[in-house]
């Protein structure tokens, strides 16, 4: 069965600060991946789609970026965070029958 | 991007009630999705909708898809405690286009 994993599940960064963010799917190949992001309790905002290695679409303006160094593996990253930048991060993968999405990770920038 | 207007945003019923949530946009998708989110975990699909004035059951939850495919609405018969969560509606593009949710309390 397929599965996706992300991590951590909570962050507390200070500003400045450089973050990752890791998801990987099991039980799949060359899956699409998606990170969205949400602010409390509303809506989810597409950030970036990956089709494939090393194939990254962005979809707003903004101080993240994301990398796809394997197939199962989609990263999401920055240089320096701002508190703006604080949300719930999930990562997705698009199957036959829907969406899937990881638990998430709640990130604070202080 | 494709717009989705969620309405109402925050609901607060009491246990054995009924309540609609509705999805609306101006654009026409191909498929709609409807998730439920809880409280620090990922959305959970619930249905796809495809076909216009297609209605879809699950259990004490009915889903209709607009005959122009352009809105849908989800009801709860008799709604339960379990039943509080955030409900998304999602229209299919290259990826999900989420509308805001309506954050859904049923209080015993």
């Known amino acids: 069965s397929q599965t996706i994993h992300q991590w951590p599940a909570t962050l507390v960064q200070p500003v400045g600060s450089p973050l990752s963010l890791e998801c990987t799917v099991e039980g799949t190949s060359n899956p699409n991946l998606y990170w969205y992001r949400q602010a409390a309790g509303r809506g989810l905002q597409l950030l970036f789609y990956?089709?494939?290695?090393?194939?990254i679409s962005s979809e707003v303006p903004q101080n993240l970026s994301a990398s796809r160094p394997q197939d199962r593996q989609f990263i999401l990253s920055s240089k320096k965070l701002l508190l703006s930048d604080s949300g719930f991060y999930l990562c997705a993968w698009k199957g036959l029958g829907g969406y899937t999405f990881g638990s998430g990770t709640r990130l604070t920038v202080v | 991007t494709q717009l989705l207007e969620q309405s109402p945003q925050f609901l607060s019923i009491q246990e054995g009630e009924n309540l609609t949530v509705y999805c609306n946009s101006s654009s026409v998708f191909s498929s709609l999705q409807w998730y439920r989110q809880e409280p620090g975990e990922g959305p959970v699909l619930l249905v796809t909708v495809v076909t216009g004035g297609e209605v879809k059951k699950l259990k004490r939850l009915t889903f209709q898809f607009g005959d122009a495919r352009k809105d849908s609405s989800l009801h709860i018969t008799a709604a339960q405690p379990g039943d509080t969560g955030l409900y998304l509606c999602?229209?299919?593009?290259?990826?999900?286009?989420f509308g805001k949710g309506t954050s859904l309390l049923v209080t015993p």
């Open positions: 990956s089709v494939g290695i090393g194939q």
């Open positions: 999602a229209g299919a593009g290259y990826a999900l286009n």
